[in-house]
């Protein structure tokens, strides 16, 4: 069997326990059941990875300019994809540049915005939004957080309306290639299933727990494959057990499997 070396990164440190010891007992001692489920995460990558290819072909998804990233994360929240490309098409159709966008009017805005869903609010946060990015850089560009630690996006984007844990992963591997593991709706759903984190978990700690475990240099592609399968097979109803390939490994189909037993007893 391959030897494997557990990074010291995906030793639990005590501001993480608390949030680990919800699915597994404690990993400040690497326990058997730490290191089995450290072999079980690796391996369920592995077969993800001969699945779906994404580690080793990822698609570029991010933008020239890492604003346009993040305006269209935000748009994309509580809505599907189709809907959040159509409304960012139209904004971008609409103006040229961000500083245009800063100048048009809210009600504009809402009319753009409006097949995103919640357009008051989303035109409200991106109008916010500019202006802050004005008022910190003195231009409407992100291009100079390429230049910055992970630590430092993450300090100037939280302070940013509707802008989360998530958005924020996603502008930080997506659009300026710094390690993170945004967990949506389809890789909470996965890593519960799974049984990788607890199933009251919120998607925020759940990555916080990920990213202690999964290499960094995986983390895009493990993103992107779990979320090739969770709109594949691993889909939120009726999930197509059947065609998975991570049946052995998996809690939620071992539960499954067990039901009608217990019936029959
Ligand atoms: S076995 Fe079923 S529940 Fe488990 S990962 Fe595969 S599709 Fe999802």
Partial sequence: MEAI??????????????????????????????LSKYYNIKM?????EKTWGMEGES?????????DGLILTLLSQNTNDRNRDVAFSRLKDAYQQWDDVHRASLEDLVDLVRPAGLANIKARRIKYILEMILEDFG?????????????RVQSLLQRMPGVGPKTIACVLVFELGIPAFPVDTHVSRFCRRIGWVGSNLK?????????????????LGAHLNIISHGRGICTARKPKCEKC???????????????????DA
Avoid: W
């Avoid at 231009?139 to 630690?149: G, I, M, N, P």
């Avoid at 998607?203 to 983390?219: D, Y």
């Avoid at 049946?247 to 067990?258: A, D, I």
């Fill in 5 to 34: 070396t557990i990074p010291e990164k995906s030793i639990a440190k005590s501001q993480n326990c608390k949030i680990m010891c919800k699915s597994v007992n404690c990993l400040n001692d690497i326990s058997d059941e730490v």
């Fill in 203 to 219: 998607p925020e700690e759940i990555q916080q727990v990920m990213e202690g475990i999964i290499e960094p240099s995986r983390f």
């Fill in 139 to 151: 231009e409407l560009s992100l291009k100079v957080l390429r230049r910055a630690s992970r630590e």
């Fill in 245 to 263: 390939p991570l049946q052995s490994n998996c809690n939620y189909h071992r539960r499954e499997k067990m039901l009608p037993d217990q019936d």
């Fill in 59 to 67: 698609p570029d998804l991010g933008h020239e300019e890492p604003l």
């Fill in 44 to 48: 369920t990558l592995d077969i993800l």
